[in-house]
């Protein structure tokens, strides 16, 4: 039998609050763990090593008897700081870790040294047998209806298909606004499931007021996909600037993207130049607003506080 995520993470409900850029905080995953369950924030939240050794203090002292706390890390080459919070990581101690967007071989290595589990972000099953050979304790299925970088395959798909070829759990994320649909993920096979867009409109959530109010204002048939923040495809909320700029990258970052030499300076110029420009929305409200968000903004009714939010699920 494989481990569920309540015995992975000794949580008391299948649920991480998921990783979302310039979203979450120190905050919301206090009120996670005080719910009983895991939260995780990017590592790219902070700009800074002290200040990423800030909130790993912060979190460890908080730490309650069910829940967990990890970070994400991008491990592609665009992220020049990943050697670095990934040492913090390790050096500090953190319960676990969540490897999106490369090849996670030194996290799992680093990380196993010291008790670390490893979660790693996958949106099919050639993804998922790379990473279980590499030795990570679960994977993500990250479906269709998730939020930001998102897959291409539907949640039932997906999960079932990965979870018949793989020794080690999946977890479900995206397409997961209420408790039928937690447990229509569940009834897939996963152990457990990862939910962000619903936690955006947090009374702890480190964003604008706006961007909460844009996601109780908006639904599921306002969201759209874009490569125009980081050059992978991402959902953002239809915003009159996200219609003005449109979704699809240039003609010549399409061309030098399609070069190898030059590809990954281009998908680096494009991660830099993009998530400047989420920060910009996230922070304030401009008419240049980018804000990212899946489909489960349906079920987004009013901002609440976090604790609120997750008895949604259970």
């Given amino acids: 039998m494989k481990k569920t995520l309540k015995q992975l993470l000794n949580i008391e ?6 990783p979302m850029f310039l979203v979450s905080n120190v905050a919301m995953i206090k ?31 908080s730490k ?49 040294k010291k008790g670390i589990l490893v979660f790693c972000d996958v949106v099919n099953i050639e993804q998922a047998l790379k990473v279980e050979a590499l030795g990570c304790d679960a994977v993500i299925a990250v479906n269709n209806e998730a939020g930001g970088h998102r897959g291409d ?9 990965i979870n018949e070829a793989l020794k080690i759990p999946v977890i479900s994320a995206g397409g997961v606004g209420n408790k039928s649909e937690l447990e229509e993920k569940m009834s897939y096979g996963a152990v457990g499931v990862s939910i962000g867009s619903p936690f955006i409109a947090s009374e702890e959530a480190g964003v604008s007021k706006e961007y909460k109010e844009a996601c109780v204002a908006y639904g599921a048939k306002d969201i759209v996909v874009t490569q125009k923040i980081s050059g992978t495809p991402c959902t953002v909320i239809n915003t009159p600037y996200v219609q003005e700029i449109g979704t699809e990258q240039s003609w010549i970052e399409s061309l030098l993207n399609k070069n190898k030499w030059l590809k990954k300076y281009v998908k680096m110029l494009r991660f830099f130049k993009g998530t400047n420009m989420v920060t910009k929305a996230a922070a304030g409200a401009t008419y240049k607003t980018v804000w990212v968000a899946g489909p489960t903004i349906e ?16």
């Fill in 299 to 314: 079920h987004t009714t009013s901002i609440e506080s976090l604790q609120k939010i997750i008895q949604r699920f259970i």
């Fill in 64 to 112: 309650t008897e069910n829940g967990a706390f990890g970070f994400n890390l991008i491990v592609n080459k665009s992220n020049l700081k990943f050697p670095d919070q990934l040492e913090v990581c390790c050096e500090m101690g953190v319960d676990f870790i969540i490897t999106s967007l490369g090849n996670p071989k030194q996290v799992i290595e680093e990380a196993h």
């Fill in 153 to 161: 395959r539907s949640p039932k798909q997906l999960t079932k298909e």
């Fill in 13 to 18: 409900h299948p649920i991480i609050v998921a």
């Fill in 31 to 61: 009120s996670a763990m005080q719910a009983g369950v895991a939260g995780c924030i990017p590592a790219l939240n902070y700009r800074t090593l002290p200040e990423l050794r800030e909130a790993i203090t912060q979190l460890k002292a």
